[in-house]
T-cell receptor, first 114, second 110 residues
Framework: DAGVTQSPTHLIKTRGQQVTLRCSPK?????VSWYQQALGQGPQFIFQ???????QRGNFPDRFSGHQFPNYSSELNVNALLLGDSALYLC?????????????FGPGTRLLVL | QKEVEQNSGPLSVPEGAIASLNCTYS??????FFWYRQYSGKSPELIMF????GDKEDGRFTAQLNKASQYVSLLIRDSQPSDSATYLC??????????FGKGTLLTVNP
C-alpha cells in the first residue's frame, strides 16, 4: 500500500522565482492538504483540495496556489518567492468524509530560498 | 490567543519512565484530536487519534481527552531512546484543516 509521496525532496531557489511542488495521495484517499512548517514550528495549513477544487484555505497570500488532478494528485505553486518561504512543505492525504478526518503526511519537500 | 498550545519543552525522562505530554485547544467545536511524532528532519507520523472523552490505549501509548476542559494528553509508558522526537498535537473538526501546536521535544535518556 503506497503511502503519500512528494517530489522533489529538496529544492533551492532564489528570491522572485517560482516553484512547483508535487504530491500523490495515499491509495484510497482523494483529499489533499498542504502545510508549511518553518523551523521549530508546527505545520501551518495552506489549503485543502477535494474533487479538484480548493475547499478551504489558511492565512496564506495569493502567491500560494494549487491544483488537484483527476487522479487526486496535487501541486502547490508559489510565485515571487521570498526568503521567508524557506520551509518544509508537507502534503497530507485523507479520505473523504466529515471534518477532522485523519490526515497522513508525505515525506515533505524542503525548500530553501536564497 | 493561540489555538493549540503544548507544554513547553524540552522534556527529558529516563529510559523506562512515563513521559507525559499535554495540549490545550481553544475551539470548542473541535471534534478530532491527533498526536504526531516527528523525528528531526523527517515528516510527522501519526501515532494516535482520539474522538471521544476518556482514554484510548495503543501499546505503550495512551491518549486522554477531556472536552469540557479542552485538554488532550499523551502518555508514553516504558519510554525508550527511540521515542526521542518532537510530539505534535493537532486538532481538527470545526473545519477541514488540522491546527497544530508548536510541538514538545522529548528526550529519553538511556
Amino acid at each position: 500500500d503506497a503511502g503519500v509521496t512528494q517530489s522533489p525532496t529538496h529544492l533551492i531557489k532564489t528570491r522572485g522565482q517560482q516553484v512547483t511542488l508535487r504530491c500523490s495521495p495515499k491509495s484510497g484517499h482523494d483529499t489533499v492538504s498542504w502545510y508549511q512548517q518553518a523551523l521549530g514550528q508546527g505545520p501551518q495549513f495552506i489549503f485543502q483540495y477535494y474533487e479538484e477544487e480548493e475547499r478551504q484555505r489558511g492565512n496564506f497570500p495569493d502567491r500560494f496556489s494549487g491544483h488537484q488532478f483527476p487522479n487526486y494528485s496535487s501541486e502547490l505553486n508559489v510565485n515571487a518567492l521570498l526568503l521567508g518561504d524557506s520551509a518544509l512543505y508537507l502534503c497530507a492525504s485523507s479520505r473523504p468524509g466529515s471534518k477532522g478526518e485523519t490526515q497522513y503526511f508525505g515525506p515533505g519537500t524542503r525548500l530553501l530560498v536564497l | 490567543q493561540k489555538e493549540v498550545e503544548q507544554n513547553s519543552g524540552p522534556l527529558s525522562v529516563p529510559e523506562g519512565a512515563i513521559a507525559s505530554l499535554n495540549c490545550t485547544y481553544s475551539d470548542r467545536g473541535s471534534q478530532s484530536f491527533f498526536w504526531y511524532r516527528q523525528y528531526s528532519g523527517k515528516s510527522p507520523e501519526l501515532i494516535m487519534f482520539i474522538y471521544s472523552n476518556g482514554d484510548k490505549e495503543d501499546g505503550r501509548f495512551t491518549a486522554q481527552l477531556n472536552k469540557a476542559s479542552q485538554y488532550v494528553s499523551l502518555l508514553i509508558r516504558d519510554s525508550q531512546p527511540s521515542d526521542s522526537a518532537t510530539y505534535l498535537c493537532a486538532v481538527g473538526g470545526s473545519n477541514y484543516k488540522l491546527t497544530f501546536g508548536k510541538g514538545t521535544l522529548l528526550t529519553v535518556n538511556p
